[in-house]
């Protein structure tokens, strides 16, 4: 008991973050293990199961028990709904798993939301209360502040994948999973657990009973691409955080025009490379084992209209919204007006997964009045020569840009603050004096958006002459990389995507 006690009271740490030593040798534990059980499905599941919620415990502290409740609750949900006969029993069932996991996301990630509202409309004082710490408290006698609701790593992200599994399943258009053990797995991959991307029970259950499969070009092009993240995050992403947005963003009276400008441009780049680099090494870890996650970024910059950014940007999110949001509101079937209020309750939902602040909601609202305008001059959409394509990519990627000012920003007084800036102190005159002055910003700066205008055909190319290197170089290479990211890296950001 004196153990679980004191495993209970630690809490997450840093330590597994894909940008920390101490993930990877976790991870070359996991690798070993996996060398032992790779040829043994039950025994692969069962250990890779452990170790993910073990992966969890360490970043997530105490909050693995509602990752272990939402696994266990939505697990014999599915199967009852698998068995039920009447489709009350399977309505009713399904209600029940939204209920449950909508209930622990909105409590967790909303109370603070709701009740500053709701204490603002009717004068009141409500104070929430973590009720976890309060079990926790009284059942294992730690202490844990009660008036403090943390916000659980990754809980919006296995929400979501537990919700579309029980939607698929009561849709029939996937089989309720026999095994808790292979569930649970599911639930709890460790590469996509914390910021996805968000995996669909049919994609990935079925890899589950498949004989483990990893070609050596495979292997190698998942090394190629956990340089590539491990690039994006520490050398471009971190370093634009550390000179150059924060400072923007936290003390905008302080620069000029120009340099808001290009705080602005620098978080479209930095979030980008930030997100999209976590998923890279997410992909190019689960690909060691075996496993194949959704592609979750596609070149969202080189979008010619705002419906192609959304294909392009966050695509599990999108196509979750899409699936079970948009479509079932009515999607584009009912009309022209019916069509615009979906798309703006699907981006203002989506605009509050990403927290619970008025700036993702404006943010959301932002984008759906976007897409609604998209929608309607849908037959101008600036396709039929290279000026208006131009164009086209011109006006979608400042508004991006413009909406990114929004979603970054600590308060709407701070957008203010920034548009006001930005159009009364540019300073043209200054502009030189200021890129000289921080010459590496602009370089990275220069450097991370050249890179994400390559071609693909490019892009490719480098890959596979990687691939088509002899052993001896590709480690070579390998370690090299691996040295530059060391001694470029700035003081290490956590993943933005974790806060929400």
């Known amino acids: 008991m004196e153990k679980i006690l004191e495993i209970l009271k630690q809490q997450g740490e840093a330590l597994f ?56 609750t939505d697990y014999f949900i599915g199967i009852g709904m698998g068995k039920a006969q009447k489709e009350a029993i399977r309505r009713g069932l399904l209600v029940l798993s939204l209920f449950l996991n909508l209930s622990l996301l909105c409590y967790f990630k909303y109370t603070y939301f709701f009740a500053e509202v709701y204490n603002s409309i009717f004068d009141s004082t409500i104070a929430p209360v973590d009720y976890l710490a309060v079990f926790s408290n009284n059942v294992f006698g730690t202490e844990f502040s009660i008036s403090d609701i943390i916000l659980p790593v990754g809980i919006s992200f296995f929400t979501f ?53 990893v070609s050596s070009r495979q292997m190698w092009g998942s090394v190629w691409l956990i340089l590539a993240g491990l690039l994006k995050k520490m050398v471009i992403s971190d370093y634009l955080s550390v000179n150059l947005v924060d400072r923007v963003f936290e003390t905008p009276e302080v620069y000029s025009g120009f340099e808001i400008l290009t705080g602005i441009y620098g978080y479209a780049l930095q979030i980008y490379c930030d997100f999209s680099g976590y998923t890279d090494i997410a992909i190019g870890v689960a690909m060691l084992l075996g496993f194949r996650l959704p592609v979750n970024f596609n070149h969202p910059y080189k979008a010619r209209s705002l419906t192609d950014f959304w294909r392009r940007w966050h695509i599990s999110l999108s196509a ?62 600036f396709k039929s020569n290279w000026l208006s394509r131009a164009a086209g990519w011109f006006f979608t990627f400042h508004f991006v840009v413009f909406a990114w000012l929004i979603f970054r920003s600590n308060s709407l007084d701070t957008v203010h603050i920034l548009l006001y800036r930005l159009v009364n102190t540019f300073q043209p005159g200054m502009v030189m004096n200021i890129v000289m002055g921080e010459l590496g910003v602009y370089l990275i700066l ?30 070579v290479v390998t370690v090299s990389v691996l040295l530059i990211i060391t001694q470029l890296r700035v003081e290490l950001q956590p993943f933005i995507y974790f806060k929400f």
Do not use: C
């Open 17 to 72: 973050l894909f940008t920390n030593i101490g993930f990877w040798l976790f991870f070359g534990v996991v690798l070993t293990g996996h060398a032992l059980f790779y040829k043994k499905r039950v025994l692969r599941s069962s250990f890779l199961l452990l170790v993910s919620l073990y992966f969890y415990y360490r970043t997530g502290g105490y909050f693995f028990s509602l990752l272990i409740f939402s696994t266990i």
């Open 446 to 475: 220069l450097v991370g958006f050249l890179i994400h205008f390559i071609p693909d055909s490019i892009k490719a190319e480098w890959k596979n002459k990687f691939i088509a290197l002899p052993v001896v170089l590709r480690i």
């Open 320 to 381: 979750w919204l899409k699936d079970y949001l948009y479509i079932p509101l009515g999607g584009s079937r009912k009309g022209k007006i019916r069509r615009g209020m979906n798309l703006l309750i699907t981006m203002f939902l989506g605009g509050l997964w990403h927290g619970a602040n008025w700036r993702f909601i404006l943010w959301g609202l932002l984008h759906g009045f976007g897409l609604i305008v998209d929608k309607f001059f849908n037959k101008l959409q």
């Open 161 to 213: 994948q537990t919700i579309s599994y029980s939607i698929d399943v009561y849709r029939r258009e996937v089989k309720p999973v026999k095994s808790i053990v292979d569930f649970g797995f599911y639930v709890s991959f460790f590469p996509q657990l914390i910021a996805g991307p968000i995996v669909r029970a049919r994609d990935f259950i079925p890899q589950l009973y498949q004989s483990f499969q």
